[in-house]
């Protein structure tokens, strides 16, 4: 399957790179929208961020001629430390493409799917300790049923998450197929959605603090950002779009007042939306969002 960057040409637009900018790519993944910002920033620098060392590893090899590139093997959560220890004090851009990965999704040995049959295991760095089979395993009933209803809008949460605790009293969960016999027990058939869809993307998040990750991350790259610099967001579900929208609509409301006037500190940008030919040729972009936020004052 061909690997689609989505809203590329929107980002870069947006970044408005400069040949000896400094970038920052917080989510590498293989590597292309991290290639368009090094070709245009040929005569700067672009740090990458990803956690997962299999990404990381793709993502060298298919940007193997770009030199101006520097990678971080590490959660994005980490940008200010990371940037401190590479001396980058402020930058002119950074990306963040939240959305997660096809390939990892769909690798059965990375245990996101839900299709098949396949250990459960959802951790973007394999390293870390907690997992899904942690989080199935281990959590209270009230834990599972808010995770449930916060992360994947589950009505049915507080049902789903005592079958859970009943299940694991003989058994312990963790395949795949063990948790889709759970959740169609509670939820039953529907059409044309499968039932452990939204359930899966709640583990995950929980796996993986999703949510706490990108508030931290986000509010230290505002941080980071040079006069003119901007912070590039594209967003795939509800949650996480709130977060940045919430965030950036805060900032631009923070206002100097002075002698002159009152003066924006920042500014935000219309929402941009995938457009019908890039829908047709990459399905996956039609929920993608890109919201951005420019510094104007130091």
């Given at each position: 399957?061909?690997?689609?960057?989505?809203?590329?040409?929107?980002?870069?637009?947006k970044l408005n790179i400069k040949k000896d900018g400094i970038y920052i790519d917080c989510t590498?993944?293989?590597?292309?929208?991290?290639?368009?910002?090094?070709?245009?920033?040929?005569?700067g620098k672009v740090v990458a961020f990803d956690q997962d060392p299999n990404a990381m590893s793709k993502a060298k090899e298919n940007l193997s001629k770009y030199k101006n590139i520097l990678y971080v093997e590490d959660n994005f959560k980490n940008i200010k430390i990371n940037l401190e220890k590479l001396g980058i004090k402020k930058v002119d851009g950074i990306l963040y493409d939240l959305g997660t990965s096809y390939y990892q999704l769909t690798d059965e040995k990375r245990g996101f799917t839900y299709h098949g049959e396949s250990t459960l295991d959802m951790r973007m760095n394999?390293?870390?300790?907690?997992?899904?089979?942690?989080?199935?395993?281990?959590?209270?009933?009230?834990?599972?049923?808010?995770?449930?209803?916060?992360?994947?809008?589950?009505?049915?949460?507080?049902?789903?998450?005592?079958?859970?605790?009943?299940?694991?009293?003989?058994?312990?969960?963790?395949l795949n197929t063990q948790l889709n016999e759970i959740i169609k027990s509670v939820k039953g058939f529907i059409k044309d959605k499968h039932p452990s869809k939204n359930i899966f993307q709640a583990i995950r998040i929980e796996v993986n603090?999703?949510?706490?990750?990108?508030?931290?991350?986000?509010?230290?790259?505002i941080e980071l950002l040079k006069k003119n610099g901007v912070i590039t967001v594209i967003t795939f579900h509800s949650l996480e779009d709130r977060i940045v929208k919430k965030?950036?609509?805060?900032?631009?409301?923070?206002?100097d007042i002075t002698n002159m006037g009152n003066?924006?500190?920042?500014?935000?940008?219309?929402?941009?939306?995938?457009?019908?030919?890039?829908?047709e040729i990459n399905k996956a972009s039609r929920s993608a969002k890109l919201r951005t936020l420019v510094k104007l004052e130091e």
């Open positions: 399957m061909k690997h689609y960057s989505v809203l590329s040409n929107e980002v870069i637009k590498l993944g293989l590597g292309g929208h991290t290639s368009l910002i090094a070709k245009k920033a040929n005569k394999p390293n870390q300790n907690i997992s899904a089979i942690n989080i199935l395993n281990e959590y209270s009933k009230d834990e599972l049923a808010e995770i449930f209803f916060k992360y994947g809008n589950e009505k049915k949460s507080h049902k789903l998450a005592q079958a859970i605790v009943d299940y694991r009293k003989n058994n312990k969960i963790t603090d999703e949510m706490n990750v990108i508030k931290k991350s986000l509010n230290d790259s965030l950036f609509w805060e900032k631009k409301e923070d206002i003066i924006h500190k920042f500014k935000t940008n219309k929402v941009i939306y995938p457009t019908k030919k890039e829908i």
